[in-house]
């Protein structure tokens, strides 16, 4: 089965850097990647995802890029904020229907 | 827009008791999936379904069972629970049509078992 691995588990920037968060993936089946961000006791938001068919996806200040020959793919936050602090899960999947397997989540702390 | 609801938000059981968690997905969303997530650990995949049928099996204990009904809506039924099951249980829902692959997470249900 898939099995995925996110590096690094804590990431401590200062406000207004960038910060970067990188898994690779073992499936070669997987098709979809998205990142998630949680809040201590609340639910995984999602805030970017890229398919595999796709290298880069920027959406204002957050950016993934995927490289599926190395299977590995990683998510950039640049200016970063005291609000983005949080944990954030990388996870892969084969289609639209099929279970989500997590990394094992990087603990974003961004220093004002 | 519509999210997904789950409910109770939070449950207290004593070990051997059972707990039944009850979701609602997205409107017109196809699939349904139920994590749980442990105290600092990613969500961990039990079992999902699609159009109401069992569609994948995760690490569900046999304790466990779920089932989706005609209003698509999902139950969780969890037995002689353990001090170990206690954790965050969310659902997610997602559709297979245009929209895509996005997996949508509800507020998550808190079990604690004592």
């Known amino acids: 089965g898939e099995n995925v691995e996110q590096h690094p588990s804590t990431l401590s920037v200062q406000e207004g850097d960038s910060a970067v968060i990188k898994c690779t993936y073992s499936?070669?089946?997987?098709?979809?990647f998205p990142w998630y961000k949680q809040e201590l006791g609340k639910r995984p938001q999602l805030i970017i995802d890229?398919?595999?068919?796709?290298g880069e996806k920027k959406d204002q200040r957050i950016a993934v890029t995927l490289n599926k020959t190395a299977k590995h793919f990683s998510l950039h936050i640049t200016e970063t904020q005291p609000e983005d602090s949080a944990v954030y899960f990388c996870?892969?999947?084969?289609?639209?229907?099929?279970?989500?397997?997590f990394g094992k989540g990087t603990r974003l702390s961004v220093i004002a | 827009a519509a999210g997904v609801i789950q409910s109770p938000r939070h449950l207290i059981k004593e070990k051997r008791e059972t707990a039944t968690l009850k979701c609602y997905p997205i409107p017109r969303h196809d699939t349904v999936y139920w994590y749980q997530q442990g105290p600092g650990q990613d969500p961990q995949f039990l079992i999902s379904?699609?159009?109401?049928?069992?569609?994948d099996k995760g690490s569900i204990p046999d304790r466990f069972s779920a089932q989706q009904f005609s209003d698509y809506h999902s139950e969780l039924n969890m037995s002689s629970l353990e001090l170990g099951d206690s954790a965050l249980y969310f659902c997610a829902s997602s559709s297979t049509g245009l929209a895509g692959y996005e997996q949508y997470f509800g507020p998550g249900t808190r079990l604690t078992v004592t």
């Open positions: 890229i398919r595999s068919n796709v």
């Open positions: 499936d070669s089946a997987s098709n979809y």
């Open positions: 996870a892969a999947t084969q289609t639209g229907n099929t279970p989500l397997v």
């Open positions: 379904f699609y159009e109401k049928m069992q569609s």
